[in-house]
């Protein structure tokens, strides 16, 4: 039963890894429009209006990071989690590296409620530029934190399933 949930949830985080590159690669097409508009074309004498191009990569970019931050909960992969903890003997980063998890499962349990909240109270809202309903915006907390919660459960599963050892790409990390 823990292997079907860490594949479903690794197919999961495929997913979320490529909407968040896909996401983030739009924001930045958005940003460099921004720049094309301010300064390219008034150099050649064309003054045109984008402030959509700074609205949109702004919520690109928020989901974008809330979706990356989940994937990265489920190897470890967190740099201010693991680097500590494997640099000390035995016990002693075991304890830190459960800490770690029980603390980071506290925080984006702490997020998930503030998201949801957030999300509910903005459900009248929309964005000044684009008229985006702000729910959409919003709703990055809950789900990242959502899908950060689900990947911290995985990443306890796996360390327990892997004799309570880091996996291996973070003992490369710290190696480095």
Do not use: K
């Amino acid at each position: 039963m823990a292997r079907g949930f860490l594949r479903l949830l690794d197919g999961v985080n495929t997913l979320a890894c490529w909407l968040a590159g896909t996401l983030f690669a739009l924001a930045t097409i958005a940003v460099l429009l921004q720049v094309i508009v301010r300064f390219v074309l008034p150099a050649v004498g064309v003054i045109v209006a984008a402030p959509w191009t700074e609205e949109s990569a702004r919520y690109l970019v928020a989901w974008s990071v809330f979706l990356g931050v989940a994937v990265l909960c489920r190897h470890g992969r967190l740099i201010a989690v693991d680097v500590f903890a494997l640099t000390l003997p035995g016990a002693w980063g075991r304890s830190i590296r459960i800490a770690s998890i029980v603390l980071s499962f506290f925080f984006f349990a702490c997020l998930l409620r503030t998201g949801i909240d957030w999300t509910v109270m903005s459900m009248i809202e929309a964005s000044p530029v684009m008229r985006i309903p702000m729910p959409w915006v919003y709703a990055a907390l809950p789900v990242g934190s959502a899908l950060a919660l689900l990947n911290l459960v995985g990443l306890t599963i796996a360390r327990l399933t892997n004799g309570g050892e880091p996996v291996a790409a973070a003992v490369e990390m710290a190696g480095d």
